[in-house]
């Protein structure tokens, strides 16, 4: 039994008559990704030297596309960490010569962040086995079953996103 149903039951017993489906289901939601992310995911960025936050970074900048830079701001709201958080990480990024503090090309005020060669290359050596681990994370799920939970999962986060 999962840690939902446990408490499901316990607090049916303490409190019957509550309607408990929607803890339920963001209790699995929560334990999901955490099971994920743990057993499947870190241990990936841990092989390569990286946190999990670190190879959001790089990850952002990668897709981003040419020429694989961003302000901080953009990196920012992009991979949901605090601004501090954010600083730390480009510190120690930068550190590593996986990406680089450039000067903005068109404010004299303001700086980008980019992938350097090197965190280019480790992105993309690290890409294939990243995706390999998202697939065996989700292996327990038929293609019908993983289509239906992503587009449920979209529905619900485009009802909880605040309108911009």
């Known amino acids: 039994?999962?840690?939902?149903?446990?408490?499901r039951a316990q607090w049916k017993?303490?409190?019957?008559?509550?309607?408990?489906?929607?803890?339920?289901?963001?209790g699995r939601l929560a334990e999901a990704a955490h099971l994920a992310m743990t057993a499947k995911?870190?241990?990936v960025f841990a092989a390569n030297g990286l946190t999990r936050g670190e190879f959001d970074v790089l990850a952002t900048l990668r897709r981003a596309g040419p020429p694989y830079a961003l302000t901080p701001t953009e990196l920012y709201r992009?991979?949901?960490?605090?601004?501090?958080?954010?600083?730390?990480?480009?510190?120690?990024l930068e550190k590593a010569g996986l990406i680089?503090?450039?000067?903005?090309?068109?404010?004299?005020?303001a700086l980008m962040v980019a992938l350097t060669p090197?965190?280019?290359?480790?992105?993309?050596?690290?890409?294939?086995?990243?995706?390999?681990?998202q697939a065996e994370a989700v292996s327990a799920l038929t293609k019908a079953e993983r289509k239906a939970l992503s587009a449920s999962l979209e529905k619900l986060?485009?009802?909880l996103s605040p309108e911009d």
């Open 118 to 133: 090197k965190g280019r290359k480790k992105m993309d050596a690290m890409l294939p086995g990243y995706v390999e681990s």
């Open 41 to 43: 995911l870190e241990p």
């Open 13 to 26: 017993r303490e409190v019957p008559g509550l309607e408990l489906e929607p803890m339920v289901l963001l």
């Open 78 to 92: 992009a991979t949901m960490v605090s601004s501090g958080g954010m600083t730390a990480r480009i510190d120690r």
């Open 1 to 7: 039994m999962d840690r939902a149903a446990v408490a």
């Open 100 to 109: 680089a503090r450039k000067p903005h090309p068109e404010d004299r005020r």
């Open 157 to 159: 986060i485009a009802a």
